[in-house]
C-alpha cells in the first residue's frame, strides 16, 4: 500500500476532527440528528429474549433498501422473542421523530394483542442491563399500533413496563393508556413524534397535534426488575435509552431522528 505524504495525512485528520466537531455544534444547537443513517444499524445493539446481547437470531433486525426493517422470515413460530433494538447512546431531553409502517402479515404464535402492534421504548434501561429472559426493558413505550382495515384504533398510546406515569395530577398504574390519535390503516407511512423533557413531561404528537401528555415517569417498585434500578431511594426517570421493539408482526422504519432539548 502506498502511503500518503504526511502534510495529507495531517490534513486528512484535521478534517476529520473537524467533521465531528460540526456535528457535535449542530446537535448542540438542536438540529436534527439521524439515529438511523440509511445504510446500516450502526450505533444500535440488539437484545431478544432468549439471547445474549447482539445475538440478532434470524436477522430479526436488518436494513435494506434504506429502510430498517424487523422482520420474521426465519421464525417457524414466535415463540415469545420479544427484541428490542436500543441506540447506543441514552439522552434526557429532545424531540424524537419516527416514520413507520405495518407490513405483512404477524408470524404465527405472536400473541393476538400483538397484531400490527410496536412501539418506541423512552427513558429505558441499558441493552446490557436487561436480563437474558427478560420480555421488555424497563422503560415507557410509546405504544404503535395499526388499523386492521375497520373500527377504531389510536397509535401513540402509552404503556409502562414496570414504571408509571403522571396524568392530571394523578398517579396512573394501569399498564396500557389510549390516546386521541386518528386510525391508521394499511400499510401507510406513519409519522410520529414524542417530546421527552426529562423528569418534567412526555407529549405524544401526531400530524402536528399532541394526542397524548403525561408527566414524571417513574420506577414501579414493586416491578423486580424496576426495583434494581431505583438509586439513594429516587424512583424518578430523567433519561434514558431508547429503543425500538420487536412484537411479532412485521414493521419497517424509514426515519429516526433526534433534536436535543437544552436541559
Known sequence: MRRLPKTVSVMLLFLIAATATWAEERAG???????????????????????????????????????????????????????????????????LRVEYRFVGDQVP?????????????????????????????????????????????????????????????ELVTRHCNSSRSKTYHGDQWVTVEIEVRGNKSIKHVMDGETVLEYTHPQLDEKDGDASKLIKDGDKMLYGGSISLQSESHPIEFRKVELRKLED
Open 29 to 95: 444547537k438542536g438540529e436534527w440528528i439521524q439515529l438511523f443513517n440509511g445504510k446500516n444499524m450502526e450505533g444500535w445493539e440488539v437484545k431478544i429474549k432468549g439471547y445474549d446481547l447482539n445475538d440478532n437470531f434470524g436477522q430479526t433486525f436488518r436494513v435494506e433498501d434504506g429502510v430498517l426493517k424487523v422482520a420474521y422470515d426465519a421464525y417457524d413460530r414466535f415463540d415469545g422473542r420479544f427484541g428490542h433494538l436500543f441506540y447506543h447512546q441514552p439522552f434526557s431531553n429532545y424531540v
Open 109 to 169: 404464535g405472536g400473541p393476538g394483542w400483538a397484531f400490527r402492534n410496536s412501539g418506541i421504548m423512552a427513558h429505558g434501561q441499558s441493552a446490557e442491563s436487561m436480563r437474558k429472559d427478560q420480555d421488555f426493558p424497563v422503560s415507557i413505550e410509546v405504544q404503535l399500533l395499526g388499523g386492521g382495515g375497520s373500527g377504531t384504533r389510536t397509535t401513540a398510546n402509552v404503556c409502562t413496563p414496570g414504571t408509571h406515569i403522571v396524568m392530571d395530577g
